[in-house]
């Protein structure tokens, strides 16, 4: 039997894509679990991702951080909104090789999604999202690491006698 779609050429992508959105999703429900209370969690903690990624943009809004670390994580959280539509055709639809009925009749692999036709990825789109996905959980946890610093108190102990010179 021939094999007439390379699988191995989609396979690391794809994988890399559904790795970083893994990280997306404990991330957002790590800033769920601390910007709530854990009624409000427990309610919100089954919301599709886009829902929950709205919800961390509104809490995100009213955290003490620098102006600059929430617009850069808020764009980044809108841009996963973005990326979410391919991570969901990628994930619950088949890779085929498309035949293009045209004046070339040519032939092409996409990921076509299941009812929608017309919505397929392409690899280099696929490629793109993949490595968009992964650059913006890097910067996830700068922004995280950010948020945590600029809420730590630091504050001498009344007991402290300094370096004991």
């Not at 690899?123 to 996830?140: G, M, N």
Request: proline share 3%; with cysteine; hydrophobic share 40%.
């Amino acid at each position: 039997m021939s094999k007439l779609i390379d699988a191995d050429r989609w396979a690391p992508l794809i994988g890399n894509l559904i790795i970083a959105f893994g990280y997306i999703e404990s991330i957002t429900h790590d800033c769920l679990r601390k910007w709530t209370t854990p009624t409000t969690y427990k309610h919100i903690k089954s919301m599709p991702l886009s829902q929950r990624l709205d919800f961390t943009i509104d809490l995100l809004r009213e955290q003490n951080i620098s102006e600059s670390i929430k617009r850069s994580f808020i764009e980044d959280l809108l841009q996963i909104h973005k990326i979410t539509k391919i991570r969901n055709t990628v994930a619950h639809s088949p890779l085929l090789l498309e035949i293009i009925g045209d004046e070339t009749d040519s032939l092409r692999e996409v990921i076509c999604h299941n009812t929608n036709a017309h919505r397929s990825i392409e690899f280099d789109q696929l490629a793109s999202a993949s490595t968009e996905a992964i650059a913006i959980v890097d910067r996830f946890y700068d922004y995280l690491a950010a948020i945590r610093l600029a809420n730590l108190e630091f504050s001498i102990p009344r007991e402290w006698n300094g370096l004991g010179r």
